[in-house]
T-cell receptor, first 112, second 112 residues
Framework: ETGVTQTPRHLVMGMTNKKSLKCEQH?????MYWYKQSAKKPLELMFV???????ENNSVPSRFSPECPNSSHLFLHLHTLQPEDSALYLC???????????FGPGTRLTVL | GDSVTQMEGPVTLSEEAFLTINCTYT??????LFWYVQYPGEGLQLLLK?????DKGSNKGFEATYRKETTSFHLEKGSVQVSDSAVYFC???????????FGKGTRLHILP
């Protein structure tokens, strides 16, 4: 595969479940990002990783836990979410933090 | 701080109409400027970019010129198609070491 892939594409979970979102980039990039996109806030940056180190956490609740085991993979671990966390979660990567970003197709998350 | 302001949508046009989506920015120094497009059910895609003043980015019939004197990067297309219906995001990168800042997005509807 090429570009940025995300799995699953759709996820429905209850408030007590634990799930993980996966992102993989095949572009040799050094920076990876998680964004939340909802009707209220069109594009909200959550986390930034550069060379596998978290360099930014934009006041995201602790029920969202990112993990970057290597420069090609990024995970978002979810637990005890709230219905207002329902949104499209987008992963992106770039060669460096200020370079153009390449996005995955997103995971549509619904919290019941 | 650095920021991007783009016109609020939705913008509704008839097919073959001329399109302008306004974008202005605030930044110190010489940022790079981008337009991204998000089609329904997909992630964002880079549409075009410009890295210095007076540069014109172009792709798929869309154009935008980096105007430092007016701090603007307006997106234009001479004749829109129904397939151009999407959300358009203006963005800037202050420098190669700092993350990209996105505008709030403008939804475009093209009527047949």
């Amino acid at each position: 595969e090429t570009g940025v892939t995300q799995t699953p594409r759709h996820l429905v979970m209850g408030m007590t479940n634990k799930k993980s979102l996966k992102c993989e980039q095949h572009l040799g990039h050094n920076a990876m990002y998680w964004y939340k996109q909802s009707a209220k806030k069109p594009l909200e940056l959550m986390f930034v990783y550069s060379l596998e180190e978290r360099v930014e956490n934009n006041s995201v609740p602790s029920r969202f836990s990112p993990e970057c085991p290597n420069s090609s993979h990024l995970f978002l671990h979810l637990h005890t979410l709230q219905p207002e966390d329902s949104a499209l979660y987008l992963c992106a990567s770039s060669q460096g933090r200020g370079w153009e970003q390449f996005f995955g197709p997103g995971t549509r998350l619904t919290v019941l | 701080g650095d920021s991007v302001t783009q016109m609020e949508g939705p913008v509704t046009l008839s097919e073959e109409a001329f399109l302008t989506i306004n974008c202005t920015y605030t930044a110190t120094g010489y940022p790079s400027l981008f337009w991204y497009v998000q089609y329904p059910g997909e992630g964002l895609q880079l549409l075009l970019k410009a890295t210095k003043a007076d540069d014109k980015g172009s792709n798929k019939g869309f154009e935008a010129t980096y105007r430092k004197e007016t701090t603007s990067f307006h997106l234009e297309k001479g004749s829109v198609q129904v397939s151009d219906s999407a959300v358009y995001f203006c963005a800037l990168s202050p420098n190669r070491d700092d993350k990209i800042i996105f505008g709030k997005g403008t939804r475009l509807h093209i009527l047949p």
